[in-house]
């Protein structure tokens, strides 16, 4: 199994590197090994899923910490971290106890083993446009994951054959041992070194898993994404993670979504905001305009004497709730674009229009002036 890439390093940024650097080399990165863009591409995928499994970690501040200070080991189960308590917490106590004291004076937190086991969860980015989030979209995903062997179904044997107990710990897993100290004779509770706490022992073992039980398996998923979803949200999929092991449960699959940035529109909550430029023209007769909406194109009268910056409300025009048939407002902000090139024609009208108007209809001018002048008299 090739050695894994260090993260930081797959994203291409430093370790000293933002959440919001993270985040922006992610989204670079994920669109350009995205499957949708490279169909049929096997080494883009894989990098596709490279880079999404390294952002799954280092978005994620605890997990972020945990792999700064244990590397991958954190999340394999080989060191500490969040791996279960298999690491240096809980399971780490219990095994001083097994070292020294017995196994915890006859109790093992082995106990179980061969029992049932629940698969991992999965974690998984999809980027998706604005206008999907709004209007929800099906996606596609593809999904690398421990799956149950079809050819000995999950039981790890050769078909035809079974495995069989474990002679050495009868099937339990577990192995007593009694140990005299000048405290008395304890009852030492140990792993059995024979089938590995299994209770188990394959002889013929499957050909396609080698005995494990489950393969890795490349499979695609349909994912429903709702209308109104928002950047950063997250979709579980119940029992779409890595099979169980001995008629365990599978584990959950866990989509992050996010949200590619729009070329005129902004989110804020379930409104939108737009803004639009008008002529200086437009503003001051009123005028209908073309308003851009994530429906279509709509008119729009503006009324005359629109100063810049003002806004207008679209209801109903914005982003549709979850788990609700009603949808935000739409924001239109307008600014007044003042021409820099003009005719001599065109400034000897405005000279003209100037002289004609004076100081009259520019109300908003005359209160400044009227308040600067009260700041500055004695």
């Given at each position: 199994?090739?050695?894994?890439?260090?993260?930081?390093?797959?994203?291409?940024?430093?370790k000293q590197a933002s959440p919001e650097d993270i985040k922006k080399a992610y989204r670079k990165l994920a669109k350009k090994y995205h499957p949708d863009i490279n169909p049929g591409d096997k080494n883009a995928e894989a990098m596709f899923k490279e880079v999404n499994e390294a952002y799954s970690v280092l978005s994620d501040e605890q997990k972020r910490s945990s792999y700064d200070r244990f590397g991958h080991a954190a999340f394999d189960g080989t060191g500490g971290g969040f791996s279960g308590f298999d690491g240096f917490g809980f399971g780490g106590l219990d095994d001083l106890f097994e070292t020294f004291m017995g196994g915890g004076f006859g109790r093992s937190r082995r106990s179980g083993?061969?029992?049932?086991?629940?698969?991992?969860?999965?974690?998984?980015?999809?980027?998706?446009?604005?206008?999907?989030?709004?209007?929800?979209?099906?996606?596609?995903?593809?999904?690398?994951?421990?799956?149950?062997?079809?050819?000995?179904?999950?039981?790890?044997?050769?078909?035809?054959?079974?495995?069989?107990?474990?002679?050495?710990?009868?099937?339990?897993?577990?192995?007593?041992?009694?140990?005299?100290?000048?405290?008395?004779?304890?009852?030492?509770?140990?792993?059995?070194?024979?089938?590995?706490?299994?209770?188990?022992?394959?002889?013929?073992?499957?050909?396609?898993?080698?005995?494990?039980?489950?393969?890795?398996?490349?499979?695609?998923?349909?994912?429903?994404?709702?209308?109104?979803?928002?950047?950063?949200?997250?979709?579980?999929?119940?029992?779409?993670?890595?099979?169980?092991?001995?008629?365990?449960?599978?584990?959950?699959?866990?989509?992050?979504?996010?949200?590619?940035?729009?070329?005129?529109?902004?989110?804020?909550?379930?409104?939108?905001?737009?803004?639009?430029?008008?002529?200086?023209?437009?503003?001051?007769?009123?005028?209908?305009?073309?308003?851009?909406?994530?429906?279509?194109?709509?008119?729009?009268?503006?009324?005359?004497?629109?100063?810049?910056?003002?806004?207008?409300?679209?209801?109903?025009?914005?982003?549709?709730?979850?788990?609700?048939?009603?949808?935000?407002?739409?924001?239109?902000?307008?600014?007044?674009?003042?021409?820099?090139?003009?005719?001599?024609?065109?400034?000897?009208?405005?000279?003209?229009?100037?002289?004609?108007?004076?100081?009259?209809?520019?109300?908003?001018?005359?209160?400044?002036?009227?308040?600067?002048?009260?700041?500055?008299?004695?």
């Amino acid at each position: 199994m090739a050695e894994k890439r260090d993260y930081y390093e797959v994203l291409g940024v430093s370790k000293q590197a933002s959440p919001e650097d993270i985040k922006k080399a992610y989204r670079k990165l994920a669109k350009k090994y995205h499957p949708d863009i490279n169909p049929g591409d096997k080494n883009a995928e894989a990098m596709f899923k490279e880079v999404n499994e390294a952002y799954s970690v280092l978005s994620d501040e605890q997990k972020r910490s945990s792999y700064d200070r244990f590397g991958h080991a954190a999340f394999d189960g080989t060191g500490g971290g969040f791996s279960g308590f298999d690491g240096f917490g809980f399971g780490g106590l219990d095994d001083l106890f097994e070292t020294f004291m017995g196994g915890g004076f006859g109790r093992s937190r082995r106990s179980g083993r061969n029992g049932p086991v629940r698969g991992k969860d999965i974690q998984y980015s999809v980027e998706i446009t604005f206008e999907e989030a709004a209007f929800g979209v099906t996606k596609e995903i593809p999904i690398t994951r421990m799956q149950t062997c079809t050819k000995c179904s999950g039981t790890g044997a050769k078909p035809g054959t079974t495995p069989e107990n474990c002679k050495k710990c009868q099937g339990t897993g577990q192995v007593r041992y009694s140990q005299v100290t000048p405290f008395g004779q304890f009852v030492n509770v140990k792993t059995c070194d024979v089938c590995n706490g299994e209770g188990k022992i394959i002889s013929q073992p499957c050909e396609t898993c080698h005995g494990k039980a489950r393969v890795s398996k490349n499979s695609r998923i349909s994912l429903n994404i709702p209308a109104g979803i928002d950047d950063g949200q997250t979709i579980s999929l119940k029992g779409e993670g890595e099979s169980g092991l001995r008629g365990g449960p599978s584990g959950d699959l866990y989509v992050i979504i996010h949200i590619m940035p729009h070329a005129i529109f902004k989110r804020e909550g379930y409104d939108v905001v737009c803004d639009i430029p008008v002529s200086f023209t437009q503003a001051a007769l009123g005028a209908e305009i073309d308003i851009p909406t994530i429906d279509g194109i709509i008119k729009y009268n503006i009324p005359e004497g629109t100063q810049t910056s003002t806004v207008f409300k679209l209801k109903g025009k914005g982003i549709k709730r979850l788990r609700s048939n009603t949808r935000g407002d739409q924001y239109i902000r307008v600014n007044v674009e003042v021409p820099t090139k003009l005719s001599q024609k065109q400034k000897e009208l405005l000279r003209q229009f100037a002289d004609i108007s004076g100081d009259e209809g520019l109300e908003q001018k005359k209160g400044f002036f009227e308040k600067v002048r009260d700041i500055f008299k004695e």
